[in-house]
């Protein structure tokens, strides 16, 4: 598989395990991989850098067919190559999800971050995405269930 960037491997973004279960194909096209390269330049890498260990994606790209079948966003940022989700806990190196959330939100630009669900110590897994256009909300969510639907609420 080719580069994304020096530490991201394209494998590691199509990686899917709905995707295989059920024949769905997830390869993105070659816009959808520039769009890849530019969200690890301007949050991947600095979060490797930063944290100087492996981090760990847990969701990266979804093709349409692979996102409608797993439930997700009808305007997903995984769809577009935008966005990847990151869950470090677990991972023999101490660093957490409140850690590479807390980092994301006060030193890098991004377009969209989430806290997903988890407690109030530290999210299940973080969501980040970048806007292709440069054009960043910095939006900062907190993901949560209420009666069985995901909500978001301003963190």
Known sequence: ??????????????RSESAKRNGISNMPTEGHIANF??????????????????IHISSGYRSIELNKCIGGSTTS??????AIDIDMDGTPNGVTNKMVFNYIKDYLEFDQLIWEFGTDDNPDWVHVSYESTGKQRKQVLKAY????KTNYKTY
């Open 1 to 14: 598989m080719s580069k994304i960037s020096e530490h991201l491997d394209l494998s590691e973004v199509i």
């Open 37 to 54: 390269k530019l969200l690890a330049e301007k949050v991947f890498e600095p979060v490797r850098n930063y944290f100087r260990c492996p």
């Open 77 to 82: 940022q995984h769809c577009s190559g935008e």
């Open 145 to 148: 269930k209420q009666n069985g």
